[in-house]
């Protein structure tokens, strides 16, 4: 695996914008976010909100030895649980446990369509910003099982550890959701990226080039 050395940035500062954007971020769009919130309740059963299990920022590793790891059970990261609205059935993963989703992906509600483009989605996880699990910008946190199958597979995958998970990122900005495994083998290259180059100039610069993503669904399904 490559060698990958994450740019320095000050903790206390970039806490501070993301706890300061998500703030405002929540209170403009609270009528948005209600909204939503109905659309999901009325037209489809279900809660309105999807909880899901996360590995997050992987802090260790900053203070460890090449080769050592101090985890006695090393599941990639801190866990944290992620908040969206919920845009697929409510039985979506009955039977099958956690798959990626496809394009098309006969799961998904119609209005869940709409916010998966949009990504108006993951909107809740404002939330996880303010609560300290996630930044605005940074890699997309994964599901444990699989995280571990991935990490197995693709050597620097756990290299986007290093910095806490975003919303939005570098990756997600370049490419749409994945389908296989190369597509995630194309993101990670992004992702260590901007492990490499993040900071306040390079998040606000991906804010940015995030809203056209939102506005006309470039590079969602």
Avoid: H
Wanted: aromatic fraction near 6%; proline fraction near 6%; charge should be positive.
């Amino acid at each position: 695996a490559q060698r990958i050395i994450a740019a320095q940035r000050s903790e206390a500062l970039n806490r501070l914008l993301n706890v300061f954007i998500a703030v405002l971020a929540l209170i403009v769009l609270a009528p948005v976010m209600l909204l939503i919130a109905l659309a999901v309740r009325l037209t489809s059963r279900g809660p309105v909100f999807y909880v899901q299990d996360r590995v997050g920022v992987d802090r260790r590793r900053r203070s460890v030895s090449p080769g050592e790891d101090r985890r006695r059970s090393n599941v990639g990261g801190r866990p944290f649980r992620i908040l969206k609205f919920r845009s697929m059935r409510q039985d979506a993963e009955a039977g099958t446990g956690a798959v990626w989703a496809a394009q098309q992906d006969p799961r998904v509600t119609p209005v869940g369509n709409f916010l998966r483009k949009t990504r108006l989605d993951e909107l809740p996880q404002l939330i996880n910003v303010v609560l300290g699990d996630m930044n605005i910008v940074g890699p997309r946190p994964e599901r444990p099982t699989i995280f571990a199958d991935l990490r197995a597979t693709i050597p620097e995958y756990p290299m986007r550890q290093r910095v806490k998970p975003g919303i939005t990122g570098w990756a997600q900005i370049n490419q749409s959701y994945d389908a296989c495994v190369d597509d995630v083998r194309k993101k990670v290259k992004y992702d260590l990226e901007y492990v490499q180059r993040q900071g306040l100039v390079e998040d606000l610069r991906i804010m940015s080039m995030t809203v056209p993503v939102m506005l006309f669904g470039r590079g969602g399904w």
